[in-house]
């Protein structure tokens, strides 16, 4: 073990030693590791990130849009260090306080009859969770799931995932069936949120004919879409939805791994649709992203299916403390401090930079945000047509990626869009430094604008 490897009585690493010995000996998630250009962090506060070196980085996407109270929070660092010293983990079987705690604090949070939880490590957990709840309680193997969509890493939710991550990890587990969303990425259901929900209606109806009622447990939504658009659903689409499902004995499954915990202004996201899910998923913004944590909620009846009916799912690491606890502190500080109200509050001011910089960039064809949930996507060309093809990339929005880091942002770049999911705790004066940031970069891709 050399120098650089103490622990305790080692130098600081610099940048580049980071750099080198995390490629060196980790892989990296989604990339070739030779291709990687990691952002070397020494520490983190509020909205930014610091180097070895004190360069400051905003945070403008909450790192895995997850970071939703911002870093470094005192009182969860404190929360951490109370249940260190009682205990970090027991195993499942066990009946612990901040269990019992943290549960019925999620009862009483949880809009309607969601009472029960099941807790994992992450969002993909809480969906593959969801799967097997659904097939035990229906009955029935199929699952319904949208093209326009991300549900998670593992096996299962790589093919509940409709974008193109789930290519190169099929075949997966059979019996999920993919239908696209009242907003696909090419095709138009109609122009009106009415229309838009009328037809994929009708569409999703033949489908589910087509495929037996009979033989479908669920349908697996994120309630907005996250990283494939942060597109919100059509206003009047979702409890009609969840009529149409109710109709054939369909579950509804909304994931709000992602949209859940503040980020769209309200709680969770399906707040904002007047319906309440059979079962909801969430992860992230539970806990902050400072421990491991994700949950499964379900309706009183189907948590009453489970008392007398064998659940035949587990984790090591179910309801794990040390988790639960950050959870707890991580859910005062957002009730505490009114970021949830502050995300509603800030989306005005988000919507605000994005029409500013609409009028003066060509190449940016639309801003939308729900919340602090928000996203821009960057044109080719008067008609309308986005920068890259589905899947796909362009010159210029590498080089739009690299001045957004080279000018101490963090931030999603991917195929046309820019990711716009700042931490719950900014204010405007930080949302604006934000946009400035982005205002240059835009200049990169007026430059390719096919006027």
């Known amino acids: 073990m050399d120098e650089l490897t103490t622990p305790g009585g080692g130098r600081a690493m610099t940048s580049e030693e980071m750099v080198r010995l995390c490629k060196d ?28 070196e004190g360069e400051r980085i905003l945070d403008f996407n909450s790192q895995l849009m997850c970071v939703n109270i911002g870093h470094g929070h005192p009182k969860v660092l404190a929360a951490i260090e109370r249940q260190m010293k009682k205990f970090a983990y027991v195993y499942p079987g066990t009946a612990t306080e901040i269990r019992a705690r943290v549960s ?3 009862a009483e949070l949880v809009p309607g009859d969601i ?46 995932t409709g974008d193109p991550r789930r290519l190169a990890n099929e075949p997966g587990m059979p019996g999920i069936i993919h239908v696209m969303d009242p907003r696909p990425y090419d ?14 209606l009708r569409y999703l109806e033949e489908t589910i004919t087509y495929e037996g009622p009979e033989t479908i447990a669920a349908m697996f939504v994120e309630t907005v879409i996250g990283t494939n658009g942060i597109q919100p659903p059509p ?58 944590l994700g949950a499964m909620g379900v309706s009183d009846t189907i948590a009453d299916h489970f008392k007398s009916n064998v659940f035949w799912g587990g984790l090591t690491y179910n309801s794990h403390a040390l988790s639960l606890a950050v959870a707890e502190a991580v859910i005062d500080v957002l009730h505490d401090e009114k970021l949830v109200e502050n995300a509603a509050r800030m989306e005005s001011v988000m919507l605000g930079e994005m029409e500013r910089l609409k009028k003066k960039h060509p190449s940016l064809k639309e801003g939308r945000a729900i919340g602090l949930f928000g996203m821009l996507d960057i044109r080719k060309n ?12 362009h010159p ?23 990711m716009c ?3 719950l705790c900014i204010n405007e004066a930080q949302i604006k430094e934000g946009f400035e940031i982005i205002d240059s970069a835009l200049d990169i891709t007026d430059r390719v604008f096919e006027g």
Request: charged fraction near 20%; glycine fraction near 10%; charge should be neutral.
């Open 25 to 52: 000996h980790t892989m990296y998630t989604w990339a070739a590791t030779g291709a990687v250009d990691p952002i070397p962090v020494d520490r983190a506060e509020g909205v930014y990130l610091y180097t070895p």
């Open 104 to 106: 019925k604090r999620l």
């Open 115 to 160: 009472n029960t939880f099941f807790f994992t490590l992450g969002g993909a957990e809480a969906n593959e969770n969801a799967i097997r709840t659904a097939r035990l309680y229906t009955g029935r193997q199929k699952i319904l799931a949208r093209y326009r969509s991300y549900h998670g890493g593992t096996n299962a939710c790589m093919q509940l």
């Open 187 to 200: 095709y138009s259901f109609g122009t009106s949120d009415a229309e838009m929900a009328d037809n994929h």
């Open 235 to 292: 206003q009047g689409y979702l409890p009609r939805l969840k009529e149409l499902l109710d109709r054939h004995g369909i579950l509804l499954v909304c994931d709000e791994v992602m949209c859940g915990w503040g980020r769209t202004g309200k709680l969770f996201a399906f707040e904002h649709y007047d319906i309440v899910p059979d079962i909801v998923t969430m992860a992230k913004g539970l806990t902050s992203a400072y421990a491991p």
């Open 382 to 393: 008067a008609a309308g047509e986005l920068i890259c093809p589905y899947n796909g990339g």
């Open 396 to 418: 210029a929005m590498a080089e739009l990626a690299k001045s957004l880091r080279d000018n101490g942002m963090f931030t999603f770049v991917r195929w046309s869009h820019i």
């Open 421 to 423: 999911n700042p931490p």
